[in-house]
């Protein structure tokens, strides 16, 4: 396997992990963050409570 492929395939999996976790905590789930040591994600959802 070449690196780039193995580089896509953990892209990959990251990404679906992702898409699990959030279809799995939708209802409740107002904003994702993931820190790194130099870089951060962050999605915001609009969330209406009540």
Do not use: N
Not at 19 to 36: D, N, P, Q, Y
């Amino acid at each position: 396997m070449t690196p780039l492929k193995a580089a896509l395939g953990i892209v990959l999996i990251i990404c679906l992990t992702i898409v699990i976790f959030t279809f799995i905590t939708r209802g409740r789930l107002c904003e994702l963050s993931i820190k790194g040591e130099h870089q951060e994600v962050a999605a915001k959802l609009a969330c209406i409570t009540g």
